[in-house]
């Protein structure tokens, strides 16, 4: 097994539906407003390797201690994915990630497709 140190930085997934997009929406503002921190797009619909509506939030290596404990603590019962940036999205998104709340199906074969898995 190939050993792999550098994590360049993190990312969180927020996943949410029609009846949890207002939640979603307060913690993406919580997030917005306390952290340095990249909110990306709105994805309503099932997008990439992700089977329900989320967002992607960007944050540095230096703010997961902060990031993470105020997500544990504010997530209003939403689920969330988070995942180092190492290169190797499919190691990533299995091996390498945390879920809070209940850990969602990926569709990991998505991520095969993209950029086969290093063995």
Known sequence: MKE???ITGFHAHVYYDTET???AARIREG?????EVKLGR???QPIGPHPQAMYQVAFSPNQFTQV???LMLNREGLDILVHPETGDDVTDHTAHSLWLGTKLDLNID???RIKPHAS
């Open 31 to 35: 997030l917005g407003a306390r952290f």
């Open 4 to 6: 792999n140190s550098i």
């Open 42 to 44: 709105w994805h309503d």
């Open 21 to 23: 997009r207002e939640t």
């Open 68 to 70: 993470v404990s105020w």
């Open 110 to 112: 998505f991520l095969q």
